[in-house]
């Protein structure tokens, strides 16, 4: 039978669970925005994709906040964890195995994973949920209008891509990380 440690599942809920529906959610979201023209669309159709979109958008929101809220007050404490006092933290052991913050530090060629990979997971990601809270006010603030100006549908989709290749990196360096040290 498949088992998973605490640790484990934390970070399978937050990466493939929230963080893979983020990314799904906003194909969706840049999808439906892109196709909100009034050249596409009758205004009844309009009306009905921005139902969608509105919700779709919140939804994307949502699930990104809770991936990096999860990520930083669920998983990341169990990274951080420090080992004893008695564990050489300056040379990669198995006993360091346990403390993946410490044995990627403790390597030459992994210590770049933590202070440039874990630095992004830590601060820069999350720009990605604000960005994605600005869309989804944005898409309820311009409604309608939306489909007629051009520019503000752009803007909205350079903040999707923003948010989505923010995300997307972070997704990346948390694989990374993770090949090198599992949280078991």
């Known amino acids: 039978m498949l088992s998973f440690t605490d640790r484990e599942f934390w970070t399978l809920v937050h990466g493939m669970g929230f963080g893979a529906l983020y990314l799904l959610a906003f194909a969706g979201g840049v999808a439906g925005l892109y196709s909100l023209r009034p050249e596409l669309l009758t205004i009844v159709g309009i009306k009905e994709r921005l139902v969608r979109l509105r919700w779709g958008a919140v939804l994307m929101a949502v699930l990104v906040w809770l991936t990096v809220i999860v990520g930083t007050y669920v998983v990341y404490p169990e990274y951080r964890a420090k080992p004893?006092?008695?564990?050489?933290?300056?040379?990669?052991?198995?006993?360091?195995?346990?403390?993946?913050?410490?044995?990627?530090?403790?390597?030459?060629?992994?210590?770049?994973?933590?202070?440039?990979?874990?630095?992004?997971?830590?601060?820069?990601?999350?720009?990605?949920?604000?960005?994605?809270?600005?869309?989804?006010?944005?898409?309820?603030?311009?409604?309608?209008?939306?489909?007629?100006?051009?520019?503000?549908?752009?803007?909205?989709?350079?903040?999707?891509?923003?948010?989505?290749?923010?995300?997307?990196?972070?997704?990346?360096?948390g694989a990374l990380v993770t090949k090198a040290a599992p949280l078991t």
């Open 84 to 173: 004893p006092a008695d564990i050489d933290a300056t040379v990669q052991s198995e006993e360091l195995r346990d403390y993946p913050r410490s044995w990627l530090k403790a390597g030459e060629d992994t210590a770049p994973l933590h202070e440039f990979g874990m630095e992004w997971k830590e601060h820069v990601i999350w720009i990605a949920p604000m960005l994605a809270t600005v869309i989804a006010y944005a898409i309820f603030r311009y409604r309608e209008e939306l489909a007629q100006n051009k520019q503000a549908r752009w803007m909205i989709v350079a903040f999707f891509i923003l948010s989505f290749t923010i995300a997307g990196v972070g997704g990346v360096l």
